[in-house]
């Protein structure tokens, strides 16, 4: 299986960006998916999550409010919509997915930059 993330981007405090997660090569829909931030010189931390038809998602408390996931199953694809960008919402995110009953099988993306700055 494959992830590719894209619509990273250098912002301004307060802007909007909408990331988007594209899988191939597996069942997208038995896979619940889940967006990472990594900080510079920091682990990943979960950004949000969704289930595998998109009935049950979980965030973090530093993106609730500002923050919003959704998938498309027809299309194999997740967004993260993040508005009211701050500075601290900079780095690396990347896209996992899991499978729903075996989470041996997972997947993650190459990544995709965002940085938030004035």
């Known amino acids: 299986g494959q992830l590719v993330e894209s619509g990273g981007g250098s912002v301004l405090p307060g802007d909007s960006l909408k990331l988007t997660c594209t899988a191939s090569?597996?069942?997208?829909?038995?896979?619940?998916i889940t967006w990472y931030r990594q900080a510079p010189g920091k682990g990943r931390d979960l950004v949000a999550s969704i289930n595998t038809f998109g009935g049950r998602t979980n965030s973090a408390d530093s993106v609730k409010g500002r923050f919003t996931i959704s998938r498309d199953n027809a299309n194999n694809t997740v967004y993260l919509q993040m508005n009211d960008l701050k500075p601290d919402d900079t780095g690396v995110y990347y896209c996992?997915?899991?499978?729903?009953?075996?989470?041996?099988?997972?997947?993650w993306g190459q990544g995709t930059q965002v940085t938030v700055s004035s």
């Open positions: 996992n997915a899991r499978h729903y009953s075996d989470y041996r099988i997972h997947y």
């Open positions: 090569g597996f069942i997208f829909s038995t896979f619940d």
